[in-house]
């Protein structure tokens, strides 16, 4: 598709399983971010990579969240061990270029319920 | 905890009023972004501001960034239904990477 992709859409797990969620960006972007969004509130800033480089993690609340991105493309989120506060819309952006004013391109996001 | 705080938080008009949304910080922002977000889907741009003072229109909706470039608002005239959604306005600031946003005006236009 010519947007950014996400899976899987929903997501409910039990407290303590692992999750990984999936990110494809529009083709040849070479900027991509992750954020966490709770319900009716702004997304927060999770971790940023350029091309295959992470360039920062800051916005990850535990090392539980792991983020990677091994050949520029496609990322995966990954939550271990999640929590009930790990409930959340977790969204995934592109963009073209490497600087910090270009357009944001977001995927829906993927809903994950933890119980 | 938000470097750009939103208001109002929700907002809810009639069609054909108008509204404005305040977008506010302490912080100084080398270029400010508003994006519109609509249930289940992620957020898309509407306009980007860069120069203190600059003032954007964008059909029925005026976007200003204030001279400081620490604020910004989005003003609205005669709001349609089709307007309703999650207003978001988003900044980098200092050596930042990447976009903080705010905490989002939740708008319902009701026919």
């Known amino acids: 598709g010519a947007g950014v992709s996400q899976s899987p859409r929903y997501k409910v797990a039990k407290r303590g399983q692992d999750v990984a969620l999936r990110c494809d960006p529009i083709?040849?972007?070479?900027?991509l971010f992750w954020y966490q969004q709770a319900l009716g509130q702004g997304p927060e800033f999770l971790t940023y990579?350029?091309?295959?480089?992470?360039?920062?993690k800051s916005g990850l609340p535990s090392d539980r969240f792991f983020a990677e991105r091994p050949e520029g493309s496609v990322s995966t989120l990954k939550i271990q061990r999640t929590q009930q506060e790990d409930s959340a819309v977790y969204l995934c952006?592109?963009?073209?270029?490497?600087?910090?004013?270009?357009?944001?391109?977001f995927g829906e996001g993927s809903r994950l319920t933890v119980l | 905890t938000q470097l750009l705080e939103q208001s109002p938080q929700f907002l809810s008009i009639q069609e054909g009023e108008n509204l404005t949304v305040y977008c506010n910080s302490s912080?100084?922002?080398?270029?400010l972004q508003w994006y519109r977000q609509e249930p289940g889907e992620g957020p898309v741009l509407l306009v980007t501001?860069?120069?203190?003072?600059e003032v954007k229109k964008l059909k029925r909706l005026t976007f200003q960034f204030g001279d400081a470039r620490k604020d910004s608002s989005l003003h609205i005239t005669a709001a349609q239904p089709g307007d309703t959604g999650l207003y978001l306005c988003?900044?980098?600031?200092?050596?930042?990477?990447?976009?903080?946003f705010g905490s989002g005006t939740q708008l319902t236009v009701l026919p």
């Open positions: 952006a592109s963009s073209s270029v490497n600087t910090n004013t270009g357009e944001l391109f």
């Open positions: 083709s040849g972007h070479v900027s």
């Open positions: 990579f350029q091309n295959e480089a992470q360039l920062d």
């Open positions: 912080s100084v922002f080398s270029s």
């Open positions: 501001v860069v120069t203190g003072g």
């Open positions: 988003a900044g980098v600031s200092g050596s930042a990477r990447q976009l903080t």
